[in-house]
């Protein structure tokens, strides 16, 4: 009888912890829809703007200057005034951004609502993640966080046929003149319902408790846990306050060290193993295996499905697997896939559907590992008190790290030719599975105060801290 009360509070709990999460991975879903929406849209604006080659990449990579800007204010502010008021300021600024790339005169008018959507990027990428890791129960966290992964690459996916859907709504002409800003302006929909929704979740419990609020934090746990375990909760996270400065200083220290160094690893990783080159540019990509303009294009949109199709397999298994698992077994076969692409292009046998299988093979395995993973881990590795800022700090160098890999892959493409670029990428890939290996915990299962205490047992094993290294 206990038994049956206790599976049917889980159930009720589980219900509404994943109604707020879905709330929450809306802001993924935007984060998609800006990043992949710009595909579509480029080809009639260099048309209508008379832009130059370089005019179009500011076009594409403006975004991403502004999502470094979000990113790094995430921290500090959300810190400040809560994760659910900063988040509903990234819902507003992703409406105007909607309304103003649709309706510029000007380039730079384009190029600076842009760099607004990007700043709402910026912020969503880090706080949406990271409030669905403060309000999941510790054995589903994975998968609840992972969520925003899965909401960024449906993003992406519907982007693609709603794209396709505006500009076959009229000629050529009309594509030039106002086909593109539909396709921007579109984007208000659901930035109008993300903002509403927000309305209805509550603040993360961690952030109330820090503010000295745990009157306001105890009924939000009660409908997470049940009675007993909120208790506990608020017990052991007001214990993890008084352990903790919150100083950026203190991730310099002994133990939160390693946490520094593997969130960054992992952002940075993520992005140079070249996902974004392969998501932004796979039209040339296909090109230079001999496929035409269509076929490259029907191929874009089968790498785009295989990328949701694996990142709902990652949801499935994050949690039953873990997440070192995902990680190793992604990352290997990452490696593996480039390396044989590289070889194709380099013998010359990169025609047929040779390439365009192991580029599905590649992106599967980044969907299934290093795509939802790494935001997962970013999210619930870092103590209570620093959770903001060192987030903002890993998702920050994350954006700067795909500004880096979308800015050098044409150059590199047509310089050093696309075997040695799949190549550099596969490097890259195996460096990321010797790092996991090496480095980065399992983190399954565990609550975030438990995986806080992962770095604290390492801090006081560790002979040479003074201390001093505890008022960092």
């Given at each position: 009888m206990e038994a049956a009360v206790s599976n049917k509070n889980e159930q009720v709990s589980m219900k509404f912890v994943t109604l707020v999460s879905m709330v929450s991975a809306l802001g993924g879903l935007l984060f998609g829809f800006d990043t992949a929406v710009v595909s579509g849209a480029i080809g009639f604006m260099e048309q209508h703007f008379d832009l130059s080659k370089l005019q179009v990449g500011w076009a594409v990579s403006s975004l991403i200057i502004g999502c470094i800007i979000g990113a790094a204010m995430s921290g500090l502010l959300s810190d400040r005034f809560g994760r659910k008021r900063v988040l509903i300021a990234a819902a507003i600024l992703f409406i105007i951004s909607s309304i103003g790339t649709a309706i510029p005169e000007t380039f730079s008018g384009f190029v600076i609502a842009r760099m607004i959507g990007g700043i709402g990027i910026g912020i969503t990428s880090t706080l949406c993640p990271l409030y669905n890791a403060e309000i999941a129960p510790a054995k589903y966290r994975g998968r609840l966080v992972a969520l925003n992964q899965l909401a960024i690459v449906s993003g992406i996916f519907l982007t693609y046929f709603v794209n396709l859907w505006i500009s076959g709504a009229g000629d050529e002409a009309w594509g030039i003149a106002s086909a593109w800003r539909w396709m921007f302006g579109v984007g208000a929909i659901p930035g109008i319902l993300f903002l509403f929704l927000l309305i209805f979740v509550p603040e993360s419990p961690r952030w109330l408790i820090k503010q000295g609020r745990p009157a306001e934090a105890l009924p939000i746990l009660l409908r997470i846990h049940g009675e007993e375990l909120a208790k506990k909760e608020v017990v052991d996270i007001k214990h993890s306050f008084e352990q903790e400065s919150g100083s950026i200083r203190q991730l310099l220290g002994p133990g939160l060290r390693i946490a520094l160094i593997v969130g960054v690893g992992l952002a940075i990783l993520q992005q140079i193993t070249g996902i974004n080159a392969v998501m932004y540019?796979?039209?040339?990509?296909?090109?230079?295996t001999g496929a035409g303009t269509n076929a490259s294009l029907v191929q874009t949109i089968l790498v785009g499905f295989i990328n949701f199709l694996f990142t709902i397999v990652a949801l499935w298994l994050i949690d039953k697997v873990g997440r070192k698992a995902l990680l190793l077994a992604g990352s290997a076969l990452m490696a593996i896939s480039l390396l044989v692409i590289g070889i194709a292009f380099q013998s010359g046998h990169a025609s047929g559907p040779f390439v365009l299988i192991f580029i599905l093979i590649y992106v599967a395995s980044f969907a299934i590992s290093l795509g939802p993973v790494v935001w997962v881990i970013m999210?619930?590795?870092?103590?209570?008190?620093?959770?903001?800022?060192?987030?903002?700090?890993?998702?920050m160098m994350l954006w700067a790290a795909d500004y880096v890999v979308s800015q050098s892959f044409p150059p590199l493409l047509s310089s050093a030719g696309p075997a040695a670029t799949f190549w550099i990428y596969g490097s890259m890939a195996v460096l990321a599975f010797f790092f996991t290996w090496r480095v980065v915990p399992e983190?399954?299962?565990k609550s975030l105060e438990e995986i806080e205490s992962l770095w604290t047992s390492k801090?006081?094993?560790?002979?040479?801290?003074?201390p001093q290294a505890d008022a960092l």
């Open positions: 540019y796979a039209p040339e990509i296909f090109k230079e999210s619930e590795i870092f103590p209570n008190r620093i959770r903001g800022k060192a987030t903002a700090i890993a998702a983190t399954k299962g801090k006081q094993a560790d002979p040479k801290l003074s």
